[in-house]
């Protein structure tokens, strides 16, 4: 399993996603952070300069409430087993795990090939609802199994038309499936300390820096 524990996507004892397993506990609250590396520079007269040389990637911040033993386990030893920073795996967040239009169905996939940095998505397959600014995708490309990075729709140019945020960071091919049902962010912890505490009532106090990383 390759997934953050968690109430929907559980685990067995063999590390194995089961739905029979263990259910990692929900999240209490989560800080996101869309990250951008832009340099900035001014002249002598106060003219902005600005540049992206760098990359752009989601963090967030993950707590949990109080946890007993058999809900905190499932999630540390899935960690323990990441090695701190050395694998990465994907998240699931449950305010991005479905399209705000629940009516959004379709095997939807990209209408035309779409260069690196793109930021205009044709797409075709929609058979009911609609994309809304906000929602989160990701893209299946057949030709592109590296290809693993979140976008947010920052536009609905027309039912069938997005914009989306960053620009991709990859070519993407014509026929490429968008993921709009529970999309994952392909992350690693930001240190390579797991740390937790635990209180007179036997409860497990946790959580987790997270961020964005591509193969």
């Known amino acids: 399993m390759n997934i953050l524990p968690d109430p929907v996507n559980k685990i067995n004892a ?5 739905a029979n397993g263990s259910a990692g506990p929900g999240f209490a609250k989560i800080k996101f952070r869309s990250s951008y590396q832009t340099q900035v520079s001014r002249t002598i007269s106060g003219r902005g300069v600005q540049a992206s040389p760098g990359f752009h990637n989601w963090e967030f911040d993950i707590n949990y409430n109080p946890l007993t033993r058999a809900e905190f386990e499932p999630v540390m030893n899935f960690l323990e087993e990441r090695q701190g920073r050395l694998k990465p795996f994907f998240v699931i967040l449950p305010q991005h795990s ?6 959004l169905a379709g095997n939807i996939v990209t209408a035309s090939a779409n260069a690196e940095g793109s930021t205009t998505i044709n797409i075709s397959g929609r058979t009911a609802g609609t994309f809304t600014k906000g929602d989160f995708i990701t893209f299946t490309d057949p030709d592109d199994a590296l290809h693993l990075k979140a976008y947010k729709v920052t536009s609905v140019l027309s039912l069938n038309s997005i914009k989306i945020s960053p620009p991709l960071v990859r070519a993407l091919r014509s026929g490429s499936t968008i993921n709009y049902v529970n999309p994952k962010f392909r992350v690693i912890q930001k240190g390579d300390v797991l740390e937790y505490d635990l209180d007179t009532d036997n409860l497990y106090q ?3 820096s997270l961020e964005e990383i591509q193969p």
Not at 14 to 18: F, N, S, V
């Open 98 to 103: 479905g399209p705000q239009d629940s009516t």
């Open 14 to 18: 063999a590390g194995q996603a089961d």
């Open 206 to 208: 946790f959580s987790l």
